[in-house]
């Protein structure tokens, strides 16, 4: 079974501070994926990776940046926290290719900034 | 036009009963077509994939794609509650994944 992990799946910060979301994923899987989801507007693209120390912008990807050093791990850094970015976090990994060509996701991190 | 469009619902169903989940995209070159369920406060988890039209049962589901209508949808036999959950719809074509809003599911004992 595919597994993605994350770090928290709770998170507090206060508005102005670093934030630091980390995904793990164990199938060696070539592309990786940051979301947010927010109620009324779905999963929205914030990142992606389509290999180690690849990345494209998504959808929204202003006020946040994204580090890939290694194939499994691919990390979400909101350089100063601000209250419209409390949501819930969402990682995917995904192998192209494959008879199930999908996106696996983690657990989510929900996030509140204050 | 988004390129998937789901009803939010919510919906709410009573035990037993057949539920029926639809999408509806715009692009007639969209290859492959899942179905995730998200139980609150966890990330999706795929639940159907299908690549053709027609349908595809697995257990009480069956996803049914009609590409001439652009049309998906997740038919659920005998609701449990346990199938509370909301139901995205996504479609993948190339590389570019296209997921629909959610449909919010209520079954009732």
């Known amino acids: 079974d595919v597994k993605v992990t994350q770090s928290s799946r709770y998170l507090v910060k206060r508005t102005g501070e670093k934030v630091f979301l980390e995904c793990v994923q164990d199938m060696d899987h070539e592309n990786m994926f940051w979301y947010r989801q927010d109620p009324g507007l779905g999963l929205r693209l914030i990142y992606f990776?389509?290999?180690?120390?690849?990345?494209e912008k998504g959808d929204i990807p202003e006020g946040y940046s994204v580090s890939r050093e290694k194939k499994e791990r691919f990390s979400l850094i909101l350089e100063s926290a601000s209250t419209n970015q409390t949501s819930m976090y969402l990682c995917?990994?995904?192998?192209?290719?494959?008879?199930?060509?999908?996106?696996?996701f983690g657990p989510g991190t929900r996030l509140t900034v204050l | 036009q988004k390129e998937v469009e789901q009803d939010p619902g919510p919906l709410s169903v009573p035990e037993g009963a057949i539920v029926s989940l639809n999408c509806t995209y715009s692009?007639?070159?969209?290859?492959?077509f899942m179905w995730y369920r998200q139980y609150s406060r966890k990330g999706p988890e795929l639940l159907m994939y299908t690549y053709s039209s027609g349908n595809k049962e697995d257990g009480r589901f069956t996803a049914q794609v009609d590409k001439s209508s652009k049309y998906i949808s997740l038919f659920i036999r005998d609701s449990q509650p346990s199938d509370s959950a909301t139901y995205l719809c996504a479609i993948l074509t190339g590389n570019q994944f296209y997921f629909g809003t959610g449909t919010s599911l209520t079954v009732i004992p």
């Open positions: 692009n007639s070159a969209f290859q492959y």
């Open positions: 990776s389509y290999d180690v120390k690849m990345k």
């Open positions: 995917a990994s995904r192998s192209p290719g494959q008879i199930t060509d999908t996106q696996y």
